[in-house]
């Protein structure tokens, strides 16, 4: 006969994103040219979670190759993607952040390639923390780029292709119009709305969606306009490692 008993079993829960929202800040200096710019969040952040930051800024004269992001607490921010519509003179960029020191971050944006001379205008930057990611959790693609005219399809605003190689992924996106500063248009086909950031007449928007099954993915949006020129960038972050969750006195054969 078959014999039914307690036993300690176990089931993998798989850690979900979650957009913490209470956390989110969003903020401009469209005033005068600047050296820096700081944005506070909008709530403290735990270890182990993630933090994603989108920021557009118009270069001057001098050029800046980048912008370079840190905090109040010291934690650490590293640069996923560029790209730069040198007709309009400015950048999108997007940084992500495994919070190691918990707190509520102040978080600078300077020039490169001299931080702290005054080197950027027009400046945009939208804080997004997440909680799904832990200690663990890296880079799974990424990818960013200009287009001049891409049409009213859908999602025909994009990052270009990210491959993503880990089931479950996060999917960030951010987009503006960098000709006229408006709109970039609706988010792309299954991602979700972070902020839409109006910055004073120039339109940073951030999107995420979770990559369920790995693979080739973009960040999109989908423009009524169809002409102007759009700056998308998009990267992607593994999950926290699934949690074993004892089960006792389960019925087991």
């Known amino acids: 006969p078959i014999r039914v008993h ?5 089931r993998a829960a798989v850690m979900t994103w979650v957009l913490h929202t209470a956390a989110q800040a969003a903020g401009n200096n469209l005033s005068a040219p600047h050296a820096t710019f700081t944005l506070t969040a909008g709530a403290a952040v735990a270890v ?8 557009t800024f118009g270069q001057l004269s001098n050029v800046p190759a980048s912008s370079v992001i840190t ?23 997007t940084w992500r952040c495994i919070v190691t020191v918990a707190g509520t971050p102040t978080i600078q944006s300077q020039y490169n390639p001299t931080p702290g001379t005054t080197q ?54 951010a987009c503006i119009e960098s000709s006229t500063g408006t709109d970039p248009g609706s988010i792309g086909t299954g991602f979700t ?21 790995a693979g080739a993915t973009a960040a999109t949006f989908t423009t009524a306009s169809g002409a102007g020129a759009f700056l998308t960038a998009g990267h992607a972050i593994t999950p926290a490692a699934s949690v074993l969750t004892p089960l006792v ?3 087991c054969l």
């Open 6 to 10: 307690a036993c300690n079993c176990v």
């Open 48 to 55: 182990g979670e993630l933090i994603n930051v989108a920021i």
């Open 71 to 93: 905090d109040n607490l010291g934690n650490t921010y590293t640069n996923r993607t560029r790209t730069t519509d040198a007709t309009n003179q400015q950048v999108v960029e």
């Open 120 to 173: 950027a205008q027009n400046t945009v930057m939208s804080i997004d923390p997440f909680t799904g990611s832990d200690a663990a959790s890296a880079n799974d693609g990424q990818n960013a780029q200009l287009q001049n005219a891409p049409g009213t399809g859908t999602d025909a605003v994009s990052s270009g292709t990210i491959t993503t190689a880990t089931n479950g992924s996060l999917v960030y996106g």
């Open 193 to 213: 709305l972070a902020q839409s950031n109006p910055g004073g007449g120039l339109v940073l928007k951030t999107e995420w969606k979770t990559q369920v099954t």
């Open 249 to 251: 006195g389960q019925a």
